[in-house]
């Protein structure tokens, strides 16, 4: 999908306290605050809705997922446990950035995908901040499957920046699926269309600040890890030819927010991973990183293996499991033998839910989420509608 120029103005875009609980420099929200609108429904209902009536995922909301004190106090020792790691990779990416697209004199502008990849576009703005002084803009902007990104907010970018220095930014891949979709939605305009991602076990990116699949505590939560704000929504009714694509902020939530402690607990660590940081993107610059594509490989073989119509039913990646487990009608989750304290929220959501977890060898991720193939209402397909699935 081409995006095709446009002289019509742009939207004001959003910024916390106002919209998110993000501080107003952290990030600008290319979005149409849809608050006022209600959009959830119950997981059953909203997906028979889309089965039925072949509606696209992006036109509602799933209800929130309210966490446990047992799971929150499951988030709190991942980002212990993983502060310094996570440190790291936020460290190598901005390093290999500024390596390989940062000029004498220019800058860069990050773009993250919200909303999974706006805390990750915050700790690299942070990055810059910290280790070279540099007030690095950041935006936050919608890409939906089907849809593509949203056309209105990169006429917004390239109002404002030139687009060869927008750098887009998200948490993790899973089998690629993101990243084919901004590949096809930026192609015929002066957008780099390269993903940038903390952790990349799909080998489906050149910009990556590790490819094993770990977990990055934000996936263990929604909104609240995520300054409050929902998935994006694209509705005909809602959001006209040239608004932003909307989001809804979920200020009734603030109890039990954690999104400034989750980018507080990370950077706290920029000082003890500076010289590993730096260390690490150089090796990484000087290597071959051509994506191989690893991850959609394995997808295809274990659909293929647990007789599954589409890969758009299997979610690979710690990150992706997590998302299967809190919003979508999991079927089993499939865990590589022997990994360890990564997966405890993983167990625990799959315990609480009723869903199997079945170990097994040879699996490229820390674990796999699979969708019910025959009763999931809310299988979504390439094109964002449902896949139906017949029952044999």
């Known amino acids: 999908m081409t995006t095709k120029p446009s002289t019509a103005t742009t939207p004001r875009p959003l910024h916390g306290p106002d919209f998110s609980s993000y501080r107003a420099d952290d990030v600008t929200w290319l979005l149409t605050d849809l608050s006022g609108v209600e959009l959830e429904a119950p997981t059953e209902e909203r997906e028979e809705a889309v089965q039925s009536g072949g509606a696209h995922y992006a036109e509602s909301l799933p209800v929130e997922y309210q966490p446990s004190p047992e799971y929150q106090e499951l988030f709190q020792q991942a980002l212990t446990a993983s502060a310094r790691r996570i440190a790291l990779a936020v460290g190598t990416v901005a390093e290999t950035l500024r390596l390989e697209r940062l000029g004498d004199g220019g800058e860069l502008v990050l773009a993250s995908l919200a909303r999974a990849g706006t805390p990750v576009g915050i700790l690299i ?31 917004h970018l390239a109002a404002h920046h030139d687009p060869a220095q927008v750098v887009f930014v998200d948490g993790w891949t899973g089998k690629g699926a993101i990243t084919r979709e901004l590949a096809e939605a930026l192609a015929g305009t002066p957008f780099n269309p390269e993903l940038a991602v903390l952790a990349d076990p799909g080998g489906c990116v050149r910009t990556y600040g590790t490819r094993d699949d770990f977990l990055i505590p934000s996936a263990c939560l929604n909104s609240t890890v995520s300054g409050l704000i929902s998935r994006t929504v694209l509705r005909a009714d809602l959001i006209g030819p040239d608004d932003f694509h909307g989001a809804k902020f979920y200020r009734e939530l603030a109890g039990a927010d954690v999104s400034d402690a989750f980018v507080s607990a990370v950077a706290g660590q920029f000082e003890a991973v500076r010289e590993e940081a730096l260390a690490a993107a150089a090796a990484l610059v000087a290597q071959d990183r051509t994506p191989d594509w690893a991850g959609w490989a394995a997808v295809e073989r274990i659909s293929a293996e647990y007789g599954i119509d589409s890969v758009n039913l299997v979610k690979p990646g710690v990150g992706e499991t997590t998302r299967v487990m809190l919003r979508r009608v999991p079927w089993r989750v499939l865990a590589r033998r022997g990994a360890g304290a990564d997966l405890d929220h993983v167990r625990l959501l799959a315990a609480q839910r009723g869903v199997p977890v079945e170990e097994v060898d040879d699996l490229p991720y820390s674990c796999v989420g699979l969708i019910h193939p025959r009763y999931s209402r809310g299988a979504t397909g390439a094109d964002g509608t449902a896949v139906k699935v017949e029952d044999n």
């Open 125 to 155: 703005r942070r990055w810059f901040a910290f280790a070279y002084g540099v007030d690095t803009p950041h935006y936050a902007v919608s890409i939906i499957r089907g849809r593509g990104i949203d056309p209105v907010a990169l006429r």
